[in-house]
């Protein structure tokens, strides 16, 4: 299986597999949310599109300081008006 993730020439796709599923898994805790209803609100967000930017190196932080990302996101969304 070829890398997906690189951060300076070194694949990263398992860090960031798992990374991805931890923070998926706080969500979903702290949601009360499925799994598939909190993948799809994660996978939405502009936290997980920065996740993806692998050399802003927001993956090597723990899974609750990006699902704390998440959230704030979350409560800005809120805090918009329509």
Do not use: H
Not at 37 to 66: K, R, V
Request: charged share 25%.
């Amino acid at each position: 299986m070829k890398g997906i993730y690189y951060f300076n020439g070194k694949d990263i796709t398992m860090n960031m597999c798992i990374q991805i599923r931890d923070v998926i898994d706080i969500i979903k805790e702290r949601s009360n949310l499925s799994f598939p209803d909190a993948t799809l609100a994660f996978y939405q967000s502009q936290t997980y599109q920065a996740l993806q930017n692998t050399e802003n190196t927001l993956w090597a932080e723990s899974a609750g300081y990006i699902a704390d990302r998440f959230y704030e996101e979350q409560e800005q969304k809120e805090l918009q008006p329509n």
